[in-house]
């Protein structure tokens, strides 16, 4: 090798078809995500057997589904953003020791191919991410990701208790509060230490096909819940995903209050 040479970066296409090495048969960590991959695919159903069928060998499917084996699957809720803006708050977000490689999968769905296991496992357990106050949706990649067809079943969403009374800043009550709502993922840092006097903040994982609550009750206080994000929660039925001039439910349910 000549030392006067500057090793280039690889370009997109390179990025796009990079492989990891898999032999089939062996029980190596690769070995091990395409038999999960296989298997889920499996159980999802038997390939055709007629004259419109590619079949798909099993080192066919190595080949094809290790280069995405770290990859994942965003979606921001209530914001569109051009490539390569989303691309730099992913950058500004995530930190990961690598390049990161944004790919449109439309319908407002992105691919984030990574190289590293540990960038993916930062993407997918540090959260829950938001961009601009806006929820970063993150799930694991699968074959056959088609994005027309993608179902999202939970949100992520910050609810506020204005004025909660101060003895309630505990994070036994707090976490029971966050357990009725939802799936408590999160107590905003200020709010556990009582430095924010106006609300509390939590951070909950909410059933999109499920009005959310209006109010909670801690004993006999009742206290009215504030929802952040007032372009994915409607007004009109209450539900997350949505608004109410999209809304497809027939409902006279009391509008939800939201900030």
């Known amino acids: 090798m000549n030392l006067d040479e500057t090793p280039t970066q690889p370009s997109f296409?390179?990025?796009?078809i990079t492989p990891f090495s898999c032999t089939v048969g062996s029980r190596n960590a690769d070995t091990v995500?395409?038999?999960?991959?296989?298997?889920m695919e499996k159980d999802s159903g038997d390939e055709l057997n007629d004259d419109n069928?590619?079949?798909?060998s099993l080192e066919d499917k190595n080949r094809l589904y290790l280069p995405w084996k770290f990859s994942v699957i965003i979606k921001l809720f209530g914001k569109r953003m051009s490539h390569q803006y989303l691309k730099s708050k992913l950058k500004d977000l995530w930190k990961v020791s690598e390049e990161l490689l944004l790919i449109d999968s439309r319908f407002d769905y992105f691919i984030v191919k990574f190289l590293k296991e540990e960038s993916m496992q930062k993407a997918l357990h540090n959260g829950p991410?938001?961009?601009?106050?806006?929820?970063?949706?993150?799930?694991?990649?699968?074959?056959?990701?088609?994005?027309?067809?993608?179902?999202?079943?939970?949100?992520?969403?910050?609810?506020?208790?204005?004025e909660l009374p101060t003895e309630f800043y505990d994070t036994i009550i707090l976490s029971k509060i966050g357990s009725k709502l939802g799936r408590l993922l999160k107590?905003?840092?200020?709010?556990?230490?009582?430095?924010r006097g106006r609300y509390a903040r939590i951070c909950v994982e909410v059933p999109?096909?499920?009005?959310?609550?209006?109010?909670i009750t801690i004993g006999r206080h009742k206290h009215n819940l504030f929802y952040e994000g007032a372009d994915i929660l409607c007004k009109t039925c209450g539900r997350l995903g949505h608004i109410h001039l999209n809304c497809a439910y027939k409902t006279t349910t009391s509008p939800t209050e939201i900030e």
């Open 129 to 162: 991410w938001f961009i601009n106050g806006f929820f970063l949706s993150i799930k694991k990649w699968h074959p056959n990701f088609v994005a027309s067809e993608a179902e999202v079943t939970s949100l992520t969403i910050w609810v506020r208790l204005p």
């Open 53 to 56: 069928t590619i079949p798909l």
């Open 13 to 16: 296409k390179q990025k796009l």
């Open 208 to 215: 999109i096909g499920i009005p959310v609550k209006t109010h």
């Open 187 to 195: 107590i905003d840092t200020c709010t556990s230490a009582t430095l």
């Open 33 to 39: 995500f395409c038999t999960k991959e296989l298997q």
